[in-house]
């Protein structure tokens, strides 16, 4: 509901009491040294186009434990997904083409299904936030048989740096896929925009 035009304020105590308003324009600050207590059974919403922000430094209190803003953002980061399909050949409605040629965000799985042979594909790997791990592999098909087993598929940085296993920067990540087992590589960003390899079958190659 928008500000009672009768008001001058910004922020106004509401007629009949039951609520204190902040206008358009308006804030709600509670200054140094002092605090918001929050019955049992309250709530606080934030509907539709509302934000909620936390500045640098700020400490999020958790059960009589303080959270910092870095290792929350780590929390948030993660982003526990599901995992996500890419094939090589023709999408069906529970599936992405591989021709989208980014890792989705919001997945921690990217299955990379070779159901048509492919020798020179591109998997971008973009920015990201510090704490996020997501596994890529290429599985064959859905029952888990490389019916096109000379598939290749090339992950490249893009916005971001990759790092191998021993710190090294580089640029793609090639993907060889097998007739006897998956190829898998698990990315960790271990800053923001920093990919680095945190584990992998022996079927990759770096440059």
Same mark, same amino acid.
Request: hydrophobic share 40%.
């Given at each position: 509901?928008?500000q009672?035009?009768?008001?001058i304020?910004?922020?106004?105590?509401?007629?009949?009491?039951?609520?204190?308003v902040?206008?358009?324009?308006?804030?709600?600050?509670?200054?140094?040294?002092?605090?918001?207590?929050?019955?049992?059974?309250?709530?606080?919403?934030i509907?539709?186009g509302?934000a909620?922000?936390?500045?640098?430094?700020?400490?999020?209190?958790?059960?009589?434990?303080?959270?910092?803003?870095?290792?929350?953002?780590?929390?948030l980061?993660?982003?526990?997904?599901?995992?996500v399909?890419?094939?090589?050949?023709?999408?069906?409605?529970?599936?992405?083409?591989?021709?989208?040629?980014?890792?989705?965000a919001?997945?921690r799985i990217?299955?990379i299904i070779a159901?048509?042979s492919?020798?020179?594909?591109?998997?971008h790997?973009?920015?990201?936030?510090?704490?996020r791990e997501?596994?890529?592999?290429?599985i064959?098909?859905?029952t888990? /048989?490389? $019916?096109?087993?000379?598939t290749? *598929?090339? !992950?490249? @940085?893009s916005?971001?740096?990759?790092?191998?296993?021993v &710190?090294?920067?580089?640029?793609?990540?090639?993907?060889? /896929?097998? $007739?006897?087992?998956?190829?898998? *590589?698990? !990315?960790? @960003?271990?800053y923001?925009?920093?990919?680095a390899?945190? &584990?992998s079958?022996?079927?990759?190659?770096t440059?």
């Open positions: 509901m928008a009672d035009a009768t008001y304020t910004k922020t106004y105590h509401e007629r009949e009491g039951d609520r204190y902040a206008g358009s324009g308006g804030t709600l600050a509670v200054e140094s040294g002092g605090s918001m207590l929050m019955a049992d059974s309250t709530t606080i919403n509907i539709a509302g909620l922000s936390i500045e640098e430094d700020a400490v999020l209190g958790l059960v009589g434990e303080d959270i910092n803003l870095t290792d929350m953002r780590h929390l980061a993660s982003e526990w997904g599901t995992a399909d890419l094939v090589t050949g023709t999408a069906t409605a529970t599936e992405s083409l591989l021709a989208d040629s980014n890792v989705p919001n997945v990217a299955n159901a048509v492919m020798s020179s594909g591109s998997l790997v973009g920015t990201c936030s510090a704490g997501v596994l890529i592999r290429c064959g098909d859905k888990g /048989t490389f $019916t096109a087993d000379n290749s *598929v090339c !992950l490249q @940085a916005g971001c740096i990759m790092l191998n296993s &710190g090294g920067a580089i640029t793609e990540i090639h993907l060889e /896929t097998s $007739t006897d087992h998956d190829t898998w *590589v698990i !990315l960790k @960003a271990v923001d925009d920093v990919w390899v945190a &584990g079958s022996l079927d990759i190659t440059t």
